[in-house]
């Protein structure tokens, strides 16, 4: 645990604009995060998933690796991904290109992307890709460290986005609001 957070940090300090969070997700996060998860939920993706904090929930909630697929920007996240789930797909990019790299039919997206970060266009473009990914009716599952949706009312409009709060994790650090979001009513 000692080395993730240090890689984390080195992150951050290196590239803060890439690294959205002041600390890694917590378990309590990742729970929440990975609830309903399982041996059959099917194709998993994570945008986002840095040293890999809720992709831990996510493989303990029971999905297999050969089931997951982690699309991450930053290379020295990818390379301790790699180690750590070596029979997980993993992508190293933008979560704007799944659909270059052929990410079709998810069942859920679970995202540890800082969206509030990002600029709207940004997260049109995210969004976009994350909704050609799922396979029809699945969802998007986000966190945020804010008390309201971490998607612009604008973006969520144009997409035809609707969503609900899933939970709050008090037991995190700092404390996280989890929310799903899936396209049309």
Known sequence: M??????????????????????????????????????DSGPVVEIGPGTGSLTRAIVAAGVPQENLTLVELNEAFCHLLARRYPRARIIHGGAQE??????????????????????????????????????????LV??????????????????ELTWHLRGRVWANFPPASVYEFRRGG
């Open 2 to 39: 000692a080395k993730n957070i240090a890689l984390f940090l080195k992150q951050a300090l290196n590239n803060p604009a890439s690294v959205g969070a002041v600390a890694p997700s917590g378990k309590a996060l990742g729970r929440m995060m990975a609830r309903g998860l399982g041996p």
């Open 142 to 159: 986000q966190f945020t460290y804010g008390r309201k949706p971490p998607i612009s009312p604008q973006v969520m409009q144009n997409l």
């Open 98 to 139: 799944m659909g270059a790299h052929g990410i079709r039919n998810a069942a859920v997206v679970i995202s540890g992307l800082p969206l509030l970060n990002f600029p709207s266009g940004l997260q049109h473009e995210i969004l976009s890709a994350v909704f050609d990914a799922l396979a029809p009716g699945c969802k």
